[in-house]
């Protein structure tokens, strides 16, 4: 099992295996596969979810890409193709790690087209794709391998049976499947496609907004309590969202880039803090901030250093005192730097406080 931005992976990868999502079957009995899930016994072909269940309502058109293999990049055509809501009872003979158990499974069917000049083998791009809920929460994309080439029965729903070919000529095009498990009674709002050559290509399910309102989150000048600590003592403070605001790598001229980095956007986060309790803070809530985005990652601050004027920060984006203490019962505005993947865009900002009773919460940005 891995956890790669967020997005919990559970990969058995074999040779011949049948690429997408395959239950794992075993002649007698289940077999353990090692973290993703086991099943009991492979359910009959008349179990399987219909081919004919209605397709969730996205964009489907094609975008130029990149896929990384094996340190090399390869340029390809990549487009979600069909997307179908399973129901728990799909994989009800798997047992899947706690994080995915009594989720929902999705079904989304990706093509891909080679228009490079090599033949690409053993392509997995559908890897890269996973499903977006609306406050930037990603679903966990699963793979489950069939482990007994002598089955003949498999679990595999019929939405979800395609495998991508061993390998791919120029020109050629294949499509694959891939299974993401979503909390119940939760809609999906974005289909998204990351590498980390290319950056981040999004596709609209419905209308983008994932049909559920502001999905628990609060809006911009709200407040919320929260729990920091200094020297292993809680300290009760609240905290609001005063804006967010888009940059430019320009912003950063001063400070040494990766060639990396100089593609991404830059988001200039500015939170203040309310020290509601009896003791002194030191101030390092930045720690607590992320920015969820449309392509399910969650964006940790960078720590850029500018001594060439007062605060810290950059010029852009500065906190109003540098190193000191947050007295009880005052204030302190506090920005931070979250440098997006090109092509991403941040659908909510949050904060998770330390501490007894500590959460997380967040904020929609427009």
């Known amino acids: 099992m891995e956890n790669n931005g967020g997005h919990m992976r559970i990969r058995m990868r074999m040779a011949g295996a049948i690429a997408g999502a395959l239950l794992v079957t075993g002649c007698g009995g289940g077999s353990d596969t ?18 004919s269940a209605p397709s969730v309502p996205m964009e489907t058109g094609a975008k130029k890409a990149a896929w990384t293999d094996r340190d090399r990049t390869r340029q390809l055509k990549v487009a979600p193709k069909r997307l179908v809501q399973g129901k728990q009872s799909d994989l009800e003979r798997v047992r899947l790690d706690g994080d995915v158990d009594g989720m929902v499974p999705f079904y989304l069917t990706v093509s891909f087209t080679n228009t490079g000049k090599e033949t690409l083998n053993r392509p997995d791009p559908e890897n890269n794709f996973t499903i977006t809920l609306a406050d930037g929460t990603p679903g966990r994309p699963i793979t489950l391998m069939n482990m007994n080439p002598l089955a003949t029965e498999s679990g595999v729903p019929k939405e979800c049976d395609k495998g991508a070919p061993a390998t791919l000529p120029p020109g050629s095009t294949a499509e694959a499947c891939q299974i993401v498990m979503l909390p119940k009674d939760r809609t999906p709002a974005i289909v998204s496609y990351t590498d980390e050559a290319n950056g981040a290509l999004m596709w609209k399910i419905g209308d983008g907004e994932g049909y559920a309102g502001t999905n628990g989150l609060m809006s911009v000048g709200q407040s919320a309590d929260a729990m920091w600590q200094d020297d292993n003592r809680d300290v009760p403070m609240t905290v609001t969202l005063t804006g967010m605001r888009k940059g430019d790598t320009g912003d950063l ?31 390092t809530m930045q720690d607590g901030v992320g920015v969820s985005t449309a392509g399910g990652q969650q964006i940790q601050p960078m720590t850029f250093m500018d001594f060439s004027t007062p605060g810290n920060g950059v010029g852009t984006c500065r906190s109003a005192v540098a190193h000191t203490r947050l007295k009880p019962k005052s204030s302190l505005t506090m920005c931070s730097v979250h440098m997006l993947p090109e092509g991403d865009q941040p659908v909510a900002v949050t904060f998770k406080g330390e501490g007894r009773g500590a959460h997380q919460f967040g904020w929609r940005v427009p």
């Open 34 to 51: 090692g973290g993703g899930g086991t099943a009991d016994a492979a359910k009959k072909p008349d179990e399987k979810p219909s081919a």
């Open 253 to 283: 001229s001063r400070f040494q880039l990766s060639a990396a980095q100089k593609k991404m956007t830059p988001y200039y986060v500015t939170l203040r803090y309310r020290n509601t309790g009896t003791r002194v803070l030191l101030p």
